[in-house]
């Protein structure tokens, strides 16, 4: 590995542990466990780490309890880090939703008592604080029950957030080139989109808790194999950047001295194709 890459990937890792993202072992699956929370961000090791499993979704900050509506009946208790879907925060609370597992007769009767202890990904994570019936689903290899519910703000991990995520580590690193952003495409999973060419985006979607067919939620936008901008759906800080907002809620935040035909090209081709969407 060379000596830039290898800066940058422990680089993210203390990146990571400043956004308060304690160093965890793989228990729930997707999430950052390769980090040593130890590590300083210029101390140059003779073996690479292995990459970190990708963070696929926001994590509890702490115990903390889900809620029936914002300030109204707790109805599930968790422990630290459990991994949960967060829709855009209103008022200081996440609409959120939680998978966990059940077994084969509570997939034909999900009827869930206060004090089951749940599982997720066969880890320990929480007990009902309520008597509940749950929508199930399967892929065939696994069954699990959907929990909707609000959690505060302050429960859920600014360093699994993406947008919080994304800003640091901008001011972070001075590199803008997909090698560079390498890392954090790879630490929060973000897929590959090539439609729209010349540009390619890295992109993740919406949490789907509001929409059953979400659209983006952040997408990184590369030219000639170079960041140009930032697309996003929900709020998101970037400094030096010029803003544009396009079709359907979205926004993109353009890097300081990009050519304004180029502005103009993606946005007018990103307009045409999210319109073409349903």
């Known amino acids: 590995m060379h000596l830039n890459k290898l800066l940058t990937c422990l680089g993210l890792t203390a990146l990571l542990v400043s956004c308060n993202l304690k160093n965890k072992h793989s228990r729930y699956e997707n999430e950052e466990g390769s980090g040593n929370a130890d590590m300083k961000k210029n101390n140059i ?58 077994t084969k007769e509570e997939f034909s009767k999900p009827v869930f008592h206060k004090g089951r202890k749940i599982k997720v990904n066969g880890v320990p994570a929480g007990i009902l604080q309520q008597d509940l019936r749950l929508p199930v689903s399967t892929n065939g290899q696994k069954m699990w029950a959907t929990l909707n519910a609000y959690t505060e703000k302050k ?28 890392p954090f495409i790879h630490n929060f999973g973000l897929e590959e989109e090539t439609t729209l060419k010349p540009y390619v985006m890295y992109f993740n979607y919406e949490s789907g808790i509001d929409d059953p067919s979400p659209l983006y939620r952040i997408a990184l936008i590369f030219q000639s194999k170079q960041l140009i901008g930032v697309l996003h759906a929900r709020p998101l800080q970037l400094d030096g950047c010029v803003t544009r907002r396009l079709q359907r809620g979205f926004t993109v935040h353009y890097l300081h001295g990009i050519d304004k035909t180029l502005q103009e090209d993606f946005a007018g081709k990103f307009n045409k194709f999210i319109l073409s969407v349903d």
């Open 45 to 102: 090791t003779t073996t690479p780490a292995t990459p970190a499993a990708p963070i696929m979704s926001e994590r509890i900050n702490g115990k903390a309890n889900l809620f029936d509506k914002p300030g109204g009946t707790a109805i599930i208790s968790l422990v630290d880090y459990v991994p949960l879907r967060c829709a855009p925060v209103k008022n200081d609370w996440y609409p959120v939703n939680l998978d966990f597992d059940i």
């Open 155 to 182: 429960n859920i991990r600014k360093g699994t957030i993406i947008e919080t995520a994304l800003a640091s580590f901008l001011k972070q690193h001075d590199g803008r080139s997909t090698t560079a952003l390498q």
